[in-house]
């Protein structure tokens, strides 16, 4: 029987087993826990219908996964294989397997549209009973698996409260999933503002208060959830919308250094000429960029860029 101490949870979440290859994302098991402590947060059932979540699960993965031409579908490999991590129960498995499966060993999306799925009981007792715990975890995931700033926008996916995240608890799940999350280099931000002057390399914000940078960040090309480096050819100095727009996939590069904004982004006014009006730019105004190694630009038009 599994002990399920929260220092045993957060160790076992923090070693998911997620489908990888050739850097590909697969964020699929962890945004279908993270839909599930959500619903432990609002005070609903452990288990819950797959048929009644599917649609709601395939957005998840289509507005926070890799871009793909077709999402719709994608619910069932987390929601029928994540069982196999023995962070997920499905009570007629058994009879679901007796039945037969498919050539992808997942039964006929009939049969799994009636099945019901959810944490298993003595996990789910110890979340309800210690909604810390929860709140721990939701940041360990997003911080395993997502830039920072998807932070927010995920929170509020999944619908959660938004009195579980009182800015003192807050900090102190925030001390505790960090724990899980792979070290940052703190050179890193003071490399890009050298190489980039202080100036967002979209835009060319800059602002100083008391003689130090203020709005710009350092940003990475390649995810560092994703196993992208703290180096300096694979960031940018952005400004906070630029930042955000490239971590969202609506903003990306070309091999050449400029820059390319998502064919789906509409904007007028000041936000077309913030955002969509870049397109085609060079980065750095047209100036001598530092150096990006292409294999990080290739691997966010693949896995972040929202071209499709």
């Given at each position: ?125 110890q979340l309800v009973a ?76 800059e602002a100083r208060y ?99």
């Amino acid at each position: 029987m599994t002990d399920w101490t929260p220092a045993h949870i957060q160790a076992r979440f923090a070693t998911l087993n997620t489908w990888r290859r050739a850097g590909v994302r697969a964020p699929h098991k962890p945004l279908l826990l993270l839909f599930a402590l959500g619903r432990i947060l609002r005070g609903e059932p452990r288990l819950v219908r797959f048929g009644d979540v599917e649609r709601h699960l395939d957005g998840l993965i289509a507005e926070f996964g890799p871009p793909r031409k077709h999402t719709r579908g994608r619910a069932r490999y987390p929601f029928w294989h994540l069982c196999n991590d023995g962070l997920w129960e499905l009570p007629q498995r058994a009879a679901i397997i007796a039945g037969g499966l498919d050539r992808s060993n997942e039964p006929p999306i009939a049969v799994l549209r009636e099945a019901r799925g959810g944490f298993p009981e003595a996990l789910h007792l110890q979340l309800v009973a210690q909604p810390w715990l929860c709140v721990t975890l939701i940041e360990q995931l997003i911080a395993g698996h997502f830039p920072a700033s998807y932070r927010e926008d995920i929170r509020a996916a999944i619908g959660v409260p938004h009195s579980a995240f009182h800015a003192k608890v807050l900090a102190e799940q925030v001390a505790r999933a960090m724990r899980f999350a792979a070290p940052r280099d703190p050179a890193f931000r003071k490399a890009l503002l050298d190489m980039w002057s202080g100036r967002c390399a979209v835009c060319g914000f800059e602002a100083r208060y008391a003689d130090r940078p203020f709005g710009v960040e350092a940003a990475h090309i390649k995810w560092h959830a994703a196993g992208g480096p703290d180096t300096p050819d694979n960031g940018l100095l952005l400004c906070v919308l630029h930042h955000r727009a490239l971590d969202r996939g609506l903003l990306g590069l070309r091999a050449d250094n400029t820059i390319k904004i998502a064919p789906g982004v509409h904007a007028e006014g000041v936000a077309r000429q913030r955002l969509v009006d870049f397109d085609g730019r060079p980065l750095g105004d047209g100036g001598p960029a530092p150096a990006l190694d292409p294999a990080f630009i290739a691997w966010h038009d693949a896995q972040v860029y929202r071209c499709r």
